[in-house]
């Protein structure tokens, strides 16, 4: 087996066989992937401390994927994704047991959303351009999320509603959602958005959009979450920050970018319809 000689085909490869890997295998596989920088600089038994495994596992999981040993797979990393959230109590925790530490979280947490911010566009530069390709040759789009990732998932809807009349949220009220499933077509491009941990709604979704034949665009904090590894298309978004839950600026400012793209490739047709909802909204009175 030739072993992947760059990120994208990396990722790919362990996308591929994630589910089939160990524990101890997937546990290093995610932390290498959503630590790129780190694999680059650190020696593979601090990583291995990172990660929560043994030294000889991150050795044995670089020949498994095809390398001659680590400094072969260590090679590859250039890029900067993210690490899974741990748990929201530990991490309020931390801050009650450090009350020292308020006198700089207004700096630590600015400066961390700034980096989360700045990592978006060379993370998804290349995967953005194909997934707005793909959503403006949709007839209709369709978008998930549940729980805190429900807000930037109607936020989504909102702004393509404005120029497209073929955008639909899914939810669950009244127990809806098995229903509104049931009329997926396998035209249909679906948006799942969510991030560790992820809820059992949008893992329900991405199993029926992917039966349904439809394609899938992951709005994620890994590239190996577990809607990034069958989706079409895969955009990433880091959650970092200094407080007990995690981060949803960069998730809320991705979000904006994709309508914004979206609008910007649509075109002439984008504004005439966006120019129709503003003009219907002032009529109704929806403004002060």
Known sequence: MTAPHSPDELIQHIQSQFSALSPQFQTGARYLIDHPAQVSTLSARKLATLAGVQPATLVRLAQHLGYTGWDALKSVFTRDLQQRPGSYTARAQSLVDHPEAELTAWHNASQQQSRNLMSLEPVNRKAMVQAVAQLARAPRIVIAGYRSSYPPAFSLCYLCSLFRPDVQLLHNAGGTMSLDLHHL????????????????????????????????????????????????????????????????????????????????????????????????????????
């Open 185 to 288: 077509q396998p035209t249909d491009v679906v948006i799942l958005i969510s991030y560790a941990p992820y809820s059992r709604e949008i893992l329900q979704v991405a199993q029926v959009a992917q039966a349904s034949h439809c394609t899938v665009l992951a709005l994620c904090d890994s590239q190996v979450a577990p809607i990034a590894l069958q989706a079409d298309h895969v955009l990433t978004f880091p959650t970092q920050g200094h407080s007990f839950f995690p981060s949803t600026v960069a998730l809320q400012a991705l979000v904006e970018m994709l309508a914004q793209q979206l609008l910007i490739h649509s075109g002439e047709r984008a504004i005439a319809a966006l120019s129709q909802a503003e003009d219907q909204l002032h009529a109704i009175g929806a403004y002060i």
